[in-house]
């Protein structure tokens, strides 16, 4: 978390909004505490768990609003956008997909 009143850079502001309009895995730990015999709080349970968060349409959409007005590019400029767009796009699932495989042989370890 960043701290309170301290300004985003634009690049910030478009890497976060990047992030969540391709998608991510985020990992949530979820902690359990409880009194021992002696009277101290101990850890009792730790859970940690990984949430595929979809990508964001809207993200996108305010992504490419925060760059050059569409209709002022020329038919090349459009065309660069929109291959440098799709090659984001083909990254990221390549990403998701060795992810993916990564999390099965990992699953498979387990169970052996």
């Known amino acids: 978390m960043k701290e309170k009143g301290k300004k985003l850079s634009d690049g910030e502001i478009n890497s976060a909004l990047l992030?969540?309009?391709?998608?991510?895995?985020?990992?949530?730990?979820?902690?359990e505490y409880a009194l021992d015999q002696e009277g101290e709080v101990k850890l009792s349970k730790k859970k940690i768990t990984t949430k595929c968060v979809p990508p964001d349409v809207a993200a996108l959409k305010m992504l490419l609003e925060r760059s050059a007005p569409i209709s002022e590019l020329s038919d090349d400029e459009l065309e660069e956008e929109k291959s440098r767009l799709l090659e984001i796009v083909r990254q990221s699932e390549k990403k998701n997909k060795e992810k993916k495989i990564a999390k099965r042989k990992e699953t498979r370890k387990i169970k052996k």
């Open 19 to 31: 992030k969540k309009a391709l998608g991510f895995d985020a990992k949530e730990v979820v902690e």
